[in-house]
């Protein structure tokens, strides 16, 4: 029994261990896409290993995510993911659009085009822009990589209606469904908060939640 335990918990722990190195490989894959890797007006073999494998490490980090997922009440879910998520995410708009002022006006030295680029950059993350995007005729900046905690956020919050309000055998059929309205969302209109990313990532968490669950990294 002893030597059960001592295997599962190495088996977690390089689980842990290879969520790191995913970490750091992913921010080696975006770095590398700041560089040229041949001619812009073709994919060479380069730039689709690194565009492939940015994407699906990206979807294995869900998963990770979704490992760490418990079931509990929807109001207790939102208050926790608010909390846990929002917070980050509100501290980092808040550096962000000041050091990005800062910044603007050290360089050009003219207040109104500082304010009014801030001003992208504050809306963006008001509005949780994964993209670029015109709202009311104004354009406002994305929110950088902090999308990934937004969606992240939306997408615990659906996953967790779908197992409070959903039979058991009806469960992934309501995850897929959730899937395929943000997919379908996305050929119209880019929603904000990332309400299209948190539907789509919802089939990586729940993977990553029935491995917890029925205990796939133990065996």
């Known amino acids: ?5 001592r295997r599962a918990a190495n088996s977690l722990g390089m689980f842990d261990l290879l969520k790191g190195v995913g970490m750091l490989t992913i921010v080696f894959a975006h770095t590398g896409e700041l560089y040229p890797m041949g001619d812009a007006s073709h994919i060479n073999p ?10 699906s490490l990206m979807a294995a980090f869900y998963i990770a995510s979704g490992y760490g997922f418990r079931k509990r009440s929807i109001g207790k879910c939102i208050h926790q993911q ?13 550096f962000t659009t000041v050091l990005h002022f800062i910044i603007h006006y050290k360089t ?8 009014s680029e801030s001003i992208k950059v504050a809306g963006g993350f008001l509005l949780g822009l994964p993209h670029t995007a015109t709202y ?41 469904g959730c899937a395929l309205l943000g997919w379908g ?9 990332c309400l299209i990313q948190g539907a789509v990532i919802t089939p990586y968490l729940y993977l990553g939640y029935l491995a917890k669950r029925q205990h796939w990294l133990d065996q």
């Open 1 to 5: 029994m002893e030597g059960t335990k």
């Open 46 to 55: 380069l730039t689709f290993f690194m565009f492939a494998y940015r994407e």
């Open 82 to 94: 608010l909390k846990s998520l929002l917070k980050p995410f509100c501290y980092t708009a808040m």
């Open 108 to 115: 050009f030295h003219y207040l109104p085009g500082s304010l």
């Open 136 to 176: 009311f005729g104004q354009e406002f900046f994305s929110c950088g990589p902090m999308w990934y905690l937004l969606a992240l956020l939306m997408g615990w919050i659906a996953l967790d209606v779908i197992l409070n309000i959903f039979p058991e055998r009806y469960i992934p059929w309501a995850v897929g």
């Open 185 to 193: 969302a996305s050929l119209v209109w880019e929603l904000p908060f």
